[in-house]
């Protein structure tokens, strides 16, 4: 049974970093690209980044670029989404999502996390 679990949503001041994580069972993770989606009330989910099965290569959201960043440790089953200067558009659920093999720019996963509440506030 695959499972992805994220962590470390909340609600944070603008400006300030958050660090998502998301923990994965059940595949190999190795051998799956990740991706991290968000989705504001009201509207569509929305790729935010993206990250090859080796960690070597990496995609964002233009929205998103230069601000946040994704990794991975493949020791750990872990991806990780370290967000800084957070601006109130940033509110949405995130949610992680695995495919196999998937390159970072992927928009369609097989798999996908329950999500974690992001809130930015002024």
């Known amino acids: 049974q695959v499972q992805l679990v994220e962590s470390g949503g909340g609600l944070v001041q603008a400006g300030v970093s958050l660090r998502l994580s998301c923990t994965a069972s059940g595949i190999i993770f190795r051998n799956y690209g990740m991706g991290w989606f968000r989705q504001a009330p009201g509207k569509e989910r929305e790729v935010v980044a993206g990250i090859s099965w080796s960690g070597g290569s990496t995609y964002y959201a233009d929205s998103v670029k230069g601000r946040f960043t994704i990794s991975r440790d493949n020791a750990k089953n872990t991806v990780t989404l370290q967000m800084n200067s957070l601006k109130l558009e940033d509110t949405a659920v995130y949610y992680c999502?695995?495919?196999?093999?998937?390159?970072?720019?992927?928009?369609?996963?097989?798999?996908w996390g329950q999500g974690t509440q992001v809130t930015v506030s002024s």
């Open positions: 999502a695995a495919r196999r093999n998937a390159v970072p720019t992927t928009t369609s996963y097989d798999y």
